[in-house]
């Protein structure tokens, strides 16, 4: 074999595998399209539900103050017939 022949044989082993690296790197290119965009899926999916949570959170907290008002008019009004009930019977 002439080193002429052995070159070309060389070579065409070193293209053969530049041609496979290249082709698996189109699929890895693919792969990682994929996952990332599987990936930017899910966290639109996480800010959607993290808006609902906060949202929900908002009325929940909303209600607690409602909850918290309607005690202190409660104890004012309770405190208001205590008084009257004092006032009337001298106590």
Not at 6 to 25: M, P, T, W
Not at 35 to 57: F, M, R, Y
Not at 79 to 89: H, I, L, N, Q, S
């Amino acid at each position: 074999m002439t080193a002429s022949l052995r070159h070309r044989i060389v070579l065409s082993a070193a293209v053969g595998a530049l041609a496979l690296s290249l082709a698996g790197c189109g699929d890895a290119k693919d792969a990682l399209t994929e996952a990332t965009s599987g990936a930017k899926d899910a966290i639109e999916k996480a800010n959607e539900v993290k808006d609902q949570v906060e949202q929900k959170a908002d009325e929940v907290q909303q209600k607690v103050d409602d909850a918290k008002t309607t005690i202190d008019e409660t104890k004012k009004k309770v405190e208001d017939v205590k008084d009257a009930v004092d006032a009337v019977t001298g106590g």
